[in-house]
């Protein structure tokens, strides 16, 4: 199978950025002025019809800190006191900010009881009184799909404590932002607005609901047939993506249930095919595979969408969209064997061709971390990456996507009774070095050890002149939390051992040298194991490698 390239930007990275900053400069003027605002006001609500489900677990701890006035949210504290105003002071990063104005501690506060739920409405009137307005961040579209679909399943239940004047404005004010998510924007938010704002329609009651639930649908449906493929890959690559869609349309299926509807085609094709690239992602120790900026999330997190996959018990698939995976009894491997993800959704992406993630009696080993490909599973050659990231204006427009990745990838399967195995290869090393680098995963089902063999193929590019050069390479393994690891005297071998086990795995090689290095990025946490070497271009390298178990 063969990856295709990601597209470069069309008319250059500035190009792009300009047409995308105006588009956006003229968008927020008008969401902002009288006349857009007096459209997404009517019809007013009949208050709510029904009471959504969402299918993420709530943490009644999480709400009974908040009830103290302590805010945890994206791993960071805001303390406010009880009954205190997290609104009205800075929040400690952004990411802390999106989550709290998403509303993402409401789930969690209506799960600690009564007076979670009366603390819960104080703060959804307080935050009207403040940024009931259009807002550039509160009301940015990724915050308020958040905040839209996390009011929607809970203000029923907030009405019942509410006077009915409070409920009125609460019915209200969920209509007129989830009218707001309809208006043109992103296609990297777009299924994930317009789900939110379904699930809103079908909460609400009256000419208001059926109205809107109607948008909203037109929308949904074409919008996840662009970002989900027909084998289940999400447009972004990201198995924590997929999971969040599946949680959105999982809720809006019982939603329209309740409603006594049937969801479109669509979206019940698009709620099977995410389940199925959840359940190819989901490791052995419960959490999901984290390539290009990829979250783990925890088991219990994803196993609460997994609860409500009628498929569930199905064999996992080897293969999906752009990866592989390798299983044995003690050993499992996901591979990536295609383009990183290009467009709206490559603000996250990854340059780490052929970069894998390999856990070993149910606990990760080696998983890249970092977004360049000095911190992935893979080969490095001359210290320079084959893809530029976006930096300066054009970045905080766009992103801080890859400008240039146009990387082809080629995979094939194979097996056999005792084993399974992969031969890869990507071009990103031609267009510099004229490099091939193919990577063979080899996993022996009976003796449940990976050999791995990397090399650097010199193509018709690097048969010239220019192929004289030495270039030096290496091949990354970055290490998991609790892996400890040991150089042998002869560099030969590394003993590799996880916190709380007795025994170990150990890695040979046949490699220059062996070496243990931070992670690649100053100040952040982490360690590889990096095997070097350095050759002529035109005569390429090799690298050959195996892991098993350690003896006794």
């Known amino acids: ?28 003027e008008w969401r902002a002025s009288g006349p857009w605002r007096w459209m997404i006001s009517g019809p007013r609500p009949d208050g709510f019809a029904i009471q959504p489900r969402d299918f993420r677990p709530a943490d009644p701890d999480i709400g009974r800190a908040v009830l103290a006035g302590v805010f945890v949210l994206e791993g960071a504290t805001l303390a406010v006191g009880a009954r205190g105003d997290p609104w009205d002071r800075p929040s400690p990063s952004r990411a802390f900010a999106q989550a709290l104005h998403g509303f993402e501690w409401l789930p969690h506060l209506m799960a600690s009881g009564p007076e979670g739920a009366a603390e819960a409405l104080r703060l959804v009137l307080d935050w009207r009184r403040l940024f009931g307005r259009w807002n550039s961040f509160a009301w940015s579209p990724e915050v308020m799909a958040r905040r839209v679909h996390n009011l929607a399943c809970f203000a029923p239940r907030l009405s019942a404590r509410a006077s009915e004047a409070e409920t009125a404005l609460i019915a209200a004010d969920l209509a007129r932002q989830a009218r707001d998510l309809l208006f043109p924007g992103s296609s990297k938010t777009a299924t994930r607005r317009y789900a939110a704002a379904a699930v809103a329609g079908a909460t609400l009651r009256g000419k ?101 996959d009628e498929a569930g018990d199905r064999p996992t698939p080897g293969e999906l969209g752009g990866y592989q995976r390798l299983d044995a009894r003690k050993v499992q491997i996901v591979l990536d064997a295609g383009p990183p993800p290009g467009g709206p959704w490559g603000d996250t992406a990854c340059a780490q061709p052929l970069g894998f993630e390999l856990l070993v009696n149910g606990r990760r080993l080696f998983g890249g971390f970092g977004r360049d490909i000095e911190g992935g599973a893979t080969v490095t050659v001359d210290q320079a990456g084959f893809a530029r990231r976006l930096t300066g204006w054009p970045a905080r427009v766009l992103g801080e996507r890859l400008a240039d990745a146009d990387v082809a990838v080629d995979v094939q399967r194979h097996s056999a009774p005792d084993a399974l195995w992969l031969d890869a290869a990507h071009h990103g090393w031609v267009r510099r070095h004229g490099l091939l680098h193919q990577r063979r995963l080899y996993l022996d089902l009976r003796l449940g050890e990976v050999r791995g063999e990397d090399r650097l193929t010199p193509t018709a590019r690097a048969q010239g002149p220019d192929g004289r050069h030495f270039v030096p390479y290496a091949l990354r393994f970055p290490l998991a939390e609790g892996v400890h690891a040991l150089v042998s005297q002869d560099r030969r071998s590394v003993l590799l051992r996880l916190d709380g086990e007795s025994g170990g795995w150990v890695l040979r090689n046949d490699a220059l040298d062996v070496a243990l290095e931070p992670h690649p990025r ?31």
């Open 1 to 28: 199978m063969a990856g295709r390239p990601s597209p470069r930007l069309p008319g250059g990275e500035f190009a792009r950025a300009v047409a995308v900053g105006a588009g956006r400069m003229l968008a927020e």
């Open 522 to 552: 100053p100040g952040r946490p982490g360690v590889q194991m990096v095997l070097r070497g350095q050759r002529r271009a035109d005569s390429g390298a090799r690298v050959r490698w195996k892991l098993a178990p350690a003896a006794g």
């Open 208 to 308: 208001a609901g059926r109205r809107l639930l109607s948008n909203a649908l037109d929308k949904l449906s074409p919008a996840l047939d662009a970002a989900v493929s027909s084998d289940g890959e999400h447009a972004s690559r990201r198995a924590d993506v997929s999971l969040e869609l599946l949680f959105d349309l999982q809720t809006l299926d019982e939603a329209l249930i309740q409603r006594g509807q049937a969801a479109p085609d669509a979206i019940q094709r698009a709620i099977d095919r995410l389940a199925g690239a959840v359940r190819f992602f989901t490791l052995a120790d419960g959490t999901l595979a984290t390539f290009h900026g990829g979250r783990r999330r925890r088991p219990a997190y994803v196993a609460a969408a997994r609860a409500q």
